[in-house]
């Protein structure tokens, strides 16, 4: 009779794990694909990040070939396909584009709309999940900060907060002294009020000559801002604590 009684728990459990099995394997190599594979790439996004050094073509040639031919505005806004006579949706465009470079952030933050649009994970069209893209493109392209503060949005939309601040953890160690990117990081750290996050990730941007208002105007909208202290206080107080902790040499 006790097993009886304790079946309606166990089965509740067994389907809890059960509905969140796609959620975890959308992330796996077997679903999400190879980054090998394409005739064509894949590529890095960043102009900078170029691997290839020996391929005769540019970086703005080989993104250019790319983006005409199946990234065009008609695909970016979702309109429709570009290349197959333009009929169709714009999924194989879509994941043409992302085959060949991986984090295309413009291309990225598409495909999350074009989820958004469905209302799905799985859009017509589209090669893999919407998150697999972002796996993809983390795979490949693990120091794309850009990547990552996208990623935290679609992560925020899709209420896995948790997961969203640790794509944002990772993107301030790995954003140096990039006022803008500290200053995109607080604002993704503000949609998910996680206030003293973005409050510090706003006094970084500060101090590295970022002047645009909008993250401190946020802040003190909902009474969360407050000014850095004076660059000299805090190098003093560094200065007086690294001296405190020092060992003490006293003459004999």
């Known amino acids: 009779m006790k097993n009886i009684r304790t079946l309606p728990s166990a089965l509740a459990l067994l389907l809890g794990l ?4 796609p959620a975890f394997a959308q992330l796996s190599l077997s679903i999400c ?7 064509y790439g894949p590529y890095d996004y960043r102009p900078d990040h170029q691997k290839q050094s020996s391929d005769p073509m540019s970086h703005a040639e080989k993104r250019e070939l790319v983006e005409h031919a199946h ?7 979702l309109i429709g396909a570009q290349s197959g006579g333009m009929i169709g ?4 465009d879509l994941s043409y584009t992302l085959r060949a470079f991986p984090n295309n952030h413009r291309a990225l933050v598409s495909v999350i709309r074009y989820g958004e649009k469905f209302k799905t994970e799985t859009p017509p069209g589209l090669q893999y999940p919407v998150e697999c893209y972002f796996e993809r493109a983390i795979r490949f392209a693990p120091d794309d900060v850009i990547v990552r503060i996208i990623y935290s949005t679609y992560l925020t939309k899709k209420s896995r907060s948790a997961d969203a601040i640790k ?16 200053f995109n990081i607080g604002l993704a750290y503000f949609d998910l009020k996680e206030f003293a996050a973005a409050l510090q990730s706003a006094h970084r941007a500060q101090a590295l000559g970022f002047e645009r208002p909008d993250l401190q ?16 206080a805090a190098a003093s107080a560094a200065s007086s604590a690294s001296a405190a902790s020092a060992p003490s040499q006293d003459k004999p």
Do not use: M
């Open 18 to 21: 059960c509905a969140a099995l």
């Open 167 to 182: 794509q944002l953890q990772i993107s301030s160690d790995l954003a140096g002294d990039q006022p803008f990117t500290h």
């Open 89 to 92: 949706s714009p999924g194989p």
């Open 33 to 39: 694909g190879p980054l090998k594979g394409s005739h």
């Open 71 to 77: 990234f065009t505005p008609r695909v970016e806004n």
């Open 217 to 232: 105007e946020k802040l003190r909208g909902v009474g969360q801002w407050q000014e850095p202290a004076p660059v000299e």
